[in-house]
């Protein structure tokens, strides 16, 4: 009879230790999936920051060659950048006339062209933040 009382005992005991990991697991879990999205929302974000850097550098090698307009460094840029950034993005070219002149390009893109804003939950939201590169280099 003290047998089935002790299976009785670790019976009851191995219910409650279920009922604590899943509680473990239901105040563990949304972190750990705020955690992903987060790291999902910065590998894009770091993703699309390279292809504008990329842009802006071939642009202002674009630019710096005599006689390139600035319909040309843009063309340069969209034919760099994926199409979704592509679409949203904002190009300023500055620069000098001559040779030896200092040629500047800047390009932006909002961050929410670029990943999906997952992180608004928790407060921090991409809108009305922008990935920018700028390039400069001088005119051959």
Not at 96 to 115: F, N, Q
Request: charged content about 25%; glycine content about 8%; aromatic content about 4%.
């Amino acid at each position: 009879m003290q047998h089935t009382g002790n299976q009785s005992q670790q019976g009851s005991q191995c219910r409650a230790r279920r009922g604590v990991l899943s509680m473990e697991l239901v105040l563990t879990l949304p972190i750990l999936g705020m955690v992903l999205m987060g790291l999902f929302e910065y590998s894009l974000l770091f993703l699309a920051r390279g292809e504008l850097e990329q842009a802006s550098r071939t642009a202002a090698r674009r630019a710096t060659i005599a006689g390139v307009t600035a319909d040309d460094v843009e063309e340069e840029i969209r034919r760099v950048l994926s199409r979704r950034l592509a679409e949203h993005a904002r190009v300023e070219i500055l620069g000098g006339e001559y040779s030896g002149d200092l040629v500047a390009v800047r390009v932006s893109v909002p961050m929410r062209a670029a990943a999906p804003d997952l992180l608004w939950p928790i407060g921090f939201s991409l809108k009305g933040r922008f990935l920018r590169s700028e390039t400069r280099m001088a005119r051959e």
